[in-house]
Structure formats: structure tokens, C-alpha cells
């Protein structure tokens, strides 16, 4: 029986020294493994930076870009629709004009005041009317000069 023990004794002895090693084996790995990835990390960190900020800059240049063709789109389309309000607001002012002036030149005629044309041909009739009185101040100015030279 004493052999039965040992054995029991001396296997579990060599069973717990090799999980020690591969315990301390795989520590070690680790260790190892993480100094390699700061090592790595410390060399390439500067270059991963660096792409990173160009990546951001290429895409801050794009959505620039996609941002003033939008606006730029936008604005013809707001320069559309603002010409086509002024010719409506153009269009109807002239027809508010026409009917307001209408409705005035009707009023006016109705209460006795003349009108534009009127006064234009009242002055040439004037006009007229003055000539006329010149030419007879003329002729009886004549008359009576010949009449004083007579007597």
C-alpha cells in the first residue's frame, strides 16, 4: 500500500510544478506580448495620428465642399423663386396702378375737374387766343397810328 501512496504523492508533486511553469511561462508571454504592443504602439502611434488627421481633413474639405454646392443650389433656387415674385408683384402693382388711376380719372370727370388732355388743349387754345389778340393789338395799333398821321 505504501506504494500506492507515494506514487499518489509524487504525481501530484509533478503536477504542481508544471502548472507553476506554464503559469509563469504564460506570465512571461504576456509580458512580453504587452511590451511588444507599447513598443509597437509608441512607433506607429505617431504615423496612426497622422493618418487620422488627414482622414479628418479630406473629410472636413468634402462635407466644405458638399456644403457650399448645397448652399450654392439653394441660393439659385431661392433667386428663382425671388424673380418670379417681383414680375407677379411688378404684374400686379401696374394693374392696381391702372385700375386706381381709372377709377380716379372716372371720379374726377364726374365732380367736373379736367383732365390732363383737357388742360393740354385749353393751353393750346390759349396759346391760340393770345396770337389772336396780339395780331388785332397790332392792327389797331397800325389803324390808330395811320388815323394820327391822317388828322
Known amino acids: 500500500m505504501s506504494k500506492k501512496i507515494t506514487t499518489k504523492k509524487v504525481t501530484s508533486r509533478r503536477a504542481t510544478k508544471a502548472p507553476a511553469k506554464t503559469v509563469r511561462g504564460t506570465a512571461q508571454e504576456l509580458w512580453m506580448a504587452s511590451l511588444g504592443a507599447v513598443s509597437l504602439a509608441r512607433k506607429q502611434g505617431t504615423s496612426v495620428v497622422e493618418n487620422l488627421v488627414s482622414e479628418a481633413k479630406g473629410l472636413q474639405d468634402r462635407a466644405q465642399q458638399l456644403a457650399n454646392n448645397a448652399s450654392g443650389d439653394v441660393r439659385k433656387q431661392i433667386d428663382e423663386v425671388v424673380a418670379r415674385v417681383k414680375t407677379l408683384a411688378n404684374n400686379n402693382v401696374s394693374y392696381v396702378e391702372e385700375r386706381v388711376g381709372t377709377?380716379?380719372?372716372?371720379?374726377?370727370?364726374?365732380?367736373?375737374?379736367?383732365?390732363?388732355?383737357?388742360?393740354?388743349?385749353?393751353?393750346?387754345?390759349?396759346?391760340?387766343?393770345?396770337?389772336?389778340?396780339?395780331?388785332?393789338?397790332?392792327?389797331?395799333k397800325s389803324t390808330l397810328l395811320g388815323q394820327a398821321k391822317a388828322a
Open 103 to 140: 377709377g380716379v380719372a372716372r371720379l374726377l370727370d364726374r365732380m367736373g375737374v379736367p383732365s390732363k388732355e383737357d388742360i393740354v388743349e385749353l393751353s393750346k387754345r390759349v396759346a391760340e387766343l393770345s396770337r389772336q389778340v396780339k395780331a388785332l393789338q397790332n392792327g389797331r
